[in-house]
Nanobody, 114 residues
Framework: QVQLVESGGGLVQPGGSLRLSCVASRSIFFMGWYRQAPGKQRELVAVISRFSGTNYADSVKGRFTISRDNAKNTVYLQMNDLKPEDTAVYYC???????????WGQGTQVTVSS
């Protein structure tokens, strides 16, 4: 079992910034963020490995940055130049490849609107 606690969501105007945080109860090799807007499929936003290899969705490249603090078992998503289409519930996900098990956070709402 891995407990995930997400924070940092909220309401922001277009062009604004938010930083999401996700704290895991123990270390996990892969940590990442997904998002799901109403009526749409959940999609990958960004993922980072223990050694900081990263991958981003094309829609967020250049605007979002994923990072992690392994000592704190925490993954961050810095979101800049937010757009209305970024509005979604953002979910932290961690994956243990050794155990082939994924864990999901509760989600945090990000709303981008003027």
């Amino acid at each position: 079992q891995v407990q995930l606690v997400e924070s940092g969501g909220g309401l922001v105007q277009p062009g604004g910034s938010l930083r999401l945080s996700c704290v895991a109860s123990r270390s996990i090799f892969f940590m990442g963020w997904y998002r799901q807007a109403p009526g749409k499929q959940r999609e990958l936003v960004a993922v980072i490995s223990r050694f900081s290899g990263t991958n981003y969705a094309d829609s967020v490249k250049g605007r979002f940055t994923i990072s992690r603090d392994n000592a704190k078992n925490t993954v961050y998503l810095q979101m800049n130049d937010l757009k209305p289409e970024d509005t979604a519930v953002y979910y932290c996900k961690v994956y243990s490849s050794a155990a082939n098990v994924a864990y999901w956070g509760q989600g945090t709402q990000v709303t981008v609107s003027s």
